[in-house]
């Protein structure tokens, strides 16, 4: 088993929660919601250690969110 260092991105938001597509295009790692729901399609995204392949998924402060194929791995906070 291979073992990837993730680099560990912190994204606030000041609102109750961010669409998953919406957060990687917010956090620059998909230019175009095409390319974002292509990625959460093919199950390219994990959320909180699950795998998800909803692009609407709400994700709300504490959650963490994985992009094995990009090697990032994404921390949601509250902009407080």
């Known amino acids: 088993m291979k073992i990837v260092a993730l680099k560990t991105q912190v994204e606030y938001i000041s609102t109750p929660y961010i669409k998953l597509d919406q957060l990687l295009k917010f956090a620059a790692l998909c230019?175009?919601?095409?390319?974002?729901?292509?990625?959460?399609?093919a199950g390219g995204?994990?959320?909180?250690g699950e795998v998800c392949t909803m692009r609407g998924k709400k994700i709300v402060p504490g959650d963490t969110v994985i992009i094995p194929e990009l090697g990032v791995k994404i921390l949601v906070k509250n902009e407080d």
């Open 31 to 41: 230019e175009t919601g095409g390319e974002a729901k292509e990625l959460i399609q």
């Open 45 to 48: 995204a994990k959320v909180n």
